[in-house]
């Protein structure tokens, strides 16, 4: 039996989070595992087959602690950094944290001492120095190949036409266990034109699993999104605002670029 965390909200995290931080994310996943599995029933799909990644990224790390007490146990989190420093916060707790964004190849260290997964391999020197940073340590990490499927530069991932290519290439670092693929859909209020992104990434995913046979996941649909890439054929949804409230900060600081 857990104890239940105490923690002491100030009045920031009250106005941003409400009086019950644990208790509005549990029944906001409650309604997007529902929506889910709505998707699901819509498509033919097994509810089971989709994981549900909580993407946590400018939530404070006390704030994360309610979370984790009401069950939420596996946080996404976009910038190494900031998972760095709440993972040393949370060290007393046993988080499984996935890093789901761009990463610097001098902060490949910091990545391979936290994170369970990374979703957001996009070059082969970085797939090179995670090799031998894992080899080093004897470790293993699970890995989703980013693609750039909306052909914006603000976008990081390889480009479609890169992908064959780099697969080839992925036996070169056995300490990277290949799931699949993972990309962000253009921000697009037409769903016709996020809808392409994501069946882009399928029919990509299905020649790389004829080459690589552990490619075969897709992480991709976010709060915006996830219904739509659901019915399209994801493993892996990243949804952030739709279970812990909105970001005070704007998108612009996580993805450069973007106005
Ligand atoms: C922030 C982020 C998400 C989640 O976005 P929401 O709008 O909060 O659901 C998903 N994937 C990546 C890579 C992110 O950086």
């Known amino acids: ?36 599995a709505a998707a699901c029933r819509r498509c033919g799909r097994d509810p089971d087959d989709v994981r549900l990644l909580p993407v946590t990224k400018t939530v404070p790390a006390h704030v994360l602690r309610l979370a984790f007490s009401a069950g939420i146990a596996s946080f996404g989190e976009n910038k190494l950094q900031e998972a760095r420093d709440k993972s040393a916060a ?51 990490l699970d890995v989703f190949v980013q693609v750039n499927t909306s052909g914006e530069d603000s976008k990081y991932g390889l480009h ?18 290949p799931r699949g693929l993972m990309t962000l859909a253009i921000f697009s209020a037409d769903v016709e034109r996020v809808r392409d992104c994501f069946r882009l990434l399928r029919a990509l995913r299905d020649r790389a699993a004829s080459m690589h046979p552990g490619l075969t ?35 612009a600081h996580y993805w450069p670029g973007l106005a």
């Not at 479609?160 to 266990?177: I, M, Q, S, W």
């Not at 897709?218 to 019915?231: F, H, K, N, R, V």
């Open 1 to 36: 039996m857990m104890t239940p965390a105490t923690v002491t909200l100030s009045p920031e995290d009250i106005a941003r989070f409400g009086a019950d931080p644990a208790g509005a994310f549990v029944a906001n996943r409650t309604a997007v595992q529902e929506r889910i």
């Open 217 to 251: 996941g897709l992480s991709m649909g976010m709060s915006g999104d996830y219904e739509t890439a659901i019915e399209e054929g994801a493993s892996v949804v990243r949804v952030g605002q739709a279970i812990l409230g909105a970001r005070p900060t704007s998108d």
């Open 90 to 140: 949370l060290a007393d707790l046993p988080v499984r944290w996935s890093i789901i964004g761009h990463l610097q190849t001098n902060k490949v260290k910091y990545l391979v001492r936290l994170a369970s997964e990374f979703h957001a391999l996009d070059s082969l020197r970085l797939a090179e120095e995670l090799n031998r940073r894992l080899d080093a340590v004897g470790q293993d």
């Open 160 to 177: 479609p036409d890169a992908l064959t290519p780099f697969v080839e290439r992925l036996p070169d670092y056995p300490r990277l266990k």
